[in-house]
């Protein structure tokens, strides 16, 4: 680097060299990450699409047993409180969010949507509950009762209900708690009980919020795991395999009440009745 004086000033000036050469390489770099992963995971999946083929039959399996069909479930009467989304825009599209302003709403109540955007957060004056099949702040993201059995830690499969915010599933927390886990479960029959579940303690939260007209929860105490989608691939699949073949959940199921006292536990939440 040399200095040139000029007056009380100096004037710093990069030698030529290979410098903006490199910084534009390295820019380069950076911007192709996100490519690079996304290619990978592609190479990945198709390697052992079986097993990804494996883990989305289980889940059509078991939802179909829980839940039944999704048509089972369509309400062909008045739809006038429906609001179709158009292809191509999301929640957080202007008109959307217009839309839902002109209701007033009290209260949003969430299931895996999409990342909400501050402006339609802030649009019920009680806030935002999500249903969150995972125990907060152990597991947070997408699939978090998958990897709980990936992880070997079988006892965080379960649910929160939490007060949703700009963050993934970082908000207050309300409830959390596990369904019962029997010896052949696995990943979908453990999610769908905690759906169910979830949905009894989402009905509890919106009497209590309406009730005292607040939401009331509990901090997160730490930021614990964060799993994407971009994270979930063939690999992982083809881990979640072998552990249910290995027995995981019923090695869980079979833990004596010593054993269970040993092994990490996650704090469950029950803030309205602390």
């Known amino acids: 680097m040399a200095h040139f004086k000029n007056e009380n000033c100096y004037i710093v000036k990069e030698p030529k060299s290979s410098v903006g050469k490199s910084l534009n390489f390295s820019h380069k770099i950076i911007k192709a990450k996100p490519k690079l992963k996304i290619a990978k995971k592609l190479i990945i999946n198709f390697c052992h699409k079986k097993y990804l083929n494996y883990v989305n039959n289980e889940k059509v399996k078991e939802e179909k047993t829980f839940f039944g069909n999704s048509s089972d479930y369509h309400e062909n009467g008045n739809q006038s409180n429906t609001l179709n ?4 825009e999301t929640l957080n599209s202007p008109n959307v969010v217009d839309c839902i302003r002109s209701k007033n709403p009290d209260l949003f109540v969430v299931m895996g949507t999409s990342l909400l955007r501050k402006e339609l957060i802030s649009l019920p004056s009680l806030g935002i509950l999500n249903l969150h099949t995972g125990i907060s ?3 947070r993201g997408g699939m978090t009762n998958l990897w709980p059995i990936v992880n070997f830690e079988p006892q ?8 949703l915010d700009h963050k993934i599933d970082a908000g207050k927390i309300i409830y959390t708690d596990r369904p019962k886990i029997n010896a052949n479960d696995n990943f979908s029959s453990i999610n769908s009980k905690s759906i169910m579940l979830g949905t009894k303690l989402i009905i509890k939260s919106i009497e209590k919020i309406f009730d005292s007209k607040s939401i009331c ?8 795991k964060v799993y994407h989608n971009i994270d979930y691939n063939g690999l992982i699949a ?3 395999f072998n552990n249910i073949n290995d027995g995981v959940i019923k090695n869980f199921y079979n833990y004596t009440f010593e054993e269970f006292g040993k092994i990490k536990q996650p704090k469950l939440v029950n803030k309205y009745f602390e």
């Open 137 to 139: 702040p152990y597991y």
């Open 85 to 88: 989304i158009s292809l191509g």
């Open 156 to 163: 965080f499969c379960g649910v929160t209900i939490h007060e």
């Open 238 to 240: 083809k881990k979640y």
């Open 217 to 224: 929860g509990l901090k997160q105490w730490t930021k614990g």
